[in-house]
């Protein structure tokens, strides 16, 4: 069975350090890996996936097949940053069945 | 467009009772999932609908029901209610069956006495 694996519960940068939120994950095949984020007092909402390989708010996020990795990182985190992580895994044929880890709690103090 | 609404935002119910949620996707959109969020947890994939069929389920009893409706509205029902089923319910909807676009709504907050 497929998992992820977030490791830090909770992560405290300052404003303008770099910032990496670990992503593992488990899973033989070939997986699809996202990035949701909630904000306070908002749903939460997708922030990218590594098939777009795309920089969203300044995020990026490189699929390691090696690893079995899928960090976030940020080179200059800002405080509207803060938030609630989580790393999601598809499987190729699950039709939409998102696996989650447990999410990082990052605070980016001014 | 709203996005994905969820109905009612919380409801207390005691344990045996029974308890239905409501999930109205976003417009254009025709596959719901809804899954459970316990505290300090990651969301945990309950079952998705499309076509008014469930198509995929996770790891729970069949305590846990479903249905969809031909205007893609989504119920989850859950039967003889356990402490443990407190938790906030996330209702997802996406554009197409396999899409990866989930958009969320909400949530219902649960709460078993």
């Known amino acids: 069975a497929q998992r992820v694996t977030q490791p830090e519960k909770l992560l405290s940068v300052f404003k303008g350090a770099p910032v990496e939120l670990k992503c593992n994950y488990s899973?033989?095949?070939?997986?699809?890996l996202f990035w949701y984020v909630q904000y306070s007092r908002q749903r939460l909402q997708l922030l990218l996936r590594?098939?777009s390989r795309e920089s969203i708010k300044g995020f990026t996020a490189d699929l390691n097949k090696g690893e079995t990795s899928f960090h976030l990182k940020k080179p200059f985190a800002q405080e509207e940053d803060s938030a609630m992580y989580y790393c999601?895994?598809?499987?190729?044929?699950?039709?939409?069945?998102?696996?989650f880890g447990q999410g990082t709690i990052l605070t980016v103090h001014p | 467009d709203a996005g994905v609404t969820q109905s009612p935002t919380h409801l207390i119910k005691t344990r045996g009772q029974q308890v239905t949620l409501r999930c109205s996707p976003k417009?254009?959109?025709?596959?719901v999932s809804w899954y459970q969020q316990a505290l300090g947890q990651g969301p945990q994939f309950i079952f998705q609908?499309?076509?008014?069929?469930?198509?995929q389920r996770g790891n729970f009893p069949d305590r846990f029901s479903g249905h969809q409706f031909p205007n893609y509205s989504s119920e989850l029902n859950v039967n003889a209610l356990l402490l443990g089923d407190s938790a906030l319910y996330l209702c997802?909807?996406?554009?197409?069956?396999?899409?990866?676009?989930?958009?969320f709504g909400p949530g219902t907050r649960l709460t078993v006495t």
């Open positions: 997802a909807s996406s554009p197409r069956r396999g899409s990866h676009e989930q958009y």
């Open positions: 899973y033989s095949g070939s997986p699809e």
């Open positions: 590594h098939i």
């Open positions: 999601a895994l598809l499987r190729g044929t699950s039709y939409g069945k998102l696996t």
């Open positions: 417009s254009g959109h025709d596959t």
């Open positions: 609908y499309y076509e008014e069929e469930e198509r």
